[in-house]
Every structure is written in C-alpha cells, then in structure tokens.
C-alpha cells in the first residue's frame, strides 16, 4: 500500500502567514525546505512560502543550486557544512 499526502496550497499559504502575524515586525522568518521539502516537492512548496519567506533554508549546496534553478532570488541559507567543490557556484549563486 502505498502513502499518498495531499497539501493544500491555501492552507499552507494560510498557517505561514499566521505564523508571520505572531512574528515582531522585526524578526525575520526562515522556512526549511530540506530533503525536497520533507517529501512533498521543492519546487511546489517553494512556489507557495518562497514568497512569504525572509529567507529559504535548505540542508546542503545541491539543494541551493536547485533552488536557485527554480528561479528564487530570496535569501538562501545552506543549514549544513559547505561542499568545497561547489563553492564557487554557491558564491555566485548568492548562497549564505
């Protein structure tokens, strides 16, 4: 049997913007989207919070380089140890 999970774009939409509504207009709010966001695609929970987000984090710099392919041009933040040998592609990329 396989697992199915269906995410609703609206309510996803909503509960980030809830959790923005409880934030300090001067704390900034970072979503993860590691691990091709928990399973439920990058690319279409990036399209919904990308927007709605201070920064995107990812876990490593293949999964910034996707997201930078993706089109995002926010902040972007690698939450693990950097791969040397894409450095440089991260730098142009604008990865922190």
Known sequence: MQTVVEIS?????????QI???LGASTKLSLVL?????GHGTEEVLRVVGPLADVIAVVDG?????VRALGYTGRLSILSILDEVILPELLEASVE
């Open 9 to 17: 774009r609206s309510a996803l939409e909503h509960n980030v913007r």
């Open 20 to 22: 923005r509504g409880q």
């Open 34 to 38: 590691k691990s091709n966001a928990y």
């Open 62 to 66: 293949s999964e910034a380089l996707e």
